[in-house]
């Protein structure tokens, strides 16, 4: 599974925030986590857990009668497809008009903008690193 492709659901995102907290789990062990806030039960959270086993989102282990569960993405990896999924479905895959609309609903304190700034700038340093590169191979 490549770090573009992780796409949970609303309904995994609790499960999975759950599972890196406490992983190794069981589903018993998330659905009580989950319980007051969700209300689901047992076999709803088995099931879309079993589910994101198969998707390739959670690995899960037999041990004797219980499985046993771990993620198989990272935090990391989850927020990027949020965001790909987010540019790709709400902006048609432009970068500028996103950026301006979380800008534009946020105050940003100095230190934010300092942050962000640095970020576009090590940015320039890669892209122009790769130029470099690029032009050698060639």
């Known amino acids: 599974?490549?770090?573009?492709?992780?796409?949970?659901?609303?309904?995994?995102?609790?499960?999975?925030?759950?599972?890196?907290?406490?992983?190794?789990?069981?589903?018993?062990?998330?659905?009580?986590?989950?319980?007051?806030?969700?209300?689901?039960?047992?076999?709803?959270?088995?099931?879309?857990?079993?589910?994101?086993a198969a998707k390739g989102v959670l690995k899960a282990k037999k041990e004797g009668k219980l499985t046993i569960y771990q993620s198989a993405i990272t935090r990391r990896q989850a927020q990027r497809g949020e965001l790909f999924y987010t540019l790709k479905h709400a902006f048609n895959g432009a970068l500028a008009p996103m950026v301006q609309c979380l800008l534009e609903s946020k105050d940003l304190d100095e230190d934010e903008i300092a942050k962000i700034e640095a970020l576009i700038e090590e940015g320039k340093k890669r892209r122009q690193k790769r130029k470099t590169q690029n032009s050698q191979d060639v």
């Open 1 to 52: 599974m490549t770090p573009h492709s992780v796409e949970l659901t609303e309904a995994e995102w609790p499960v999975i925030k759950v599972v890196w907290e406490m992983e190794p789990c069981t589903a018993p062990a998330v659905q009580e986590r989950l319980a007051k806030a969700t209300g689901w039960t047992y076999s709803t959270v088995r099931t879309l857990m079993d589910r994101m």
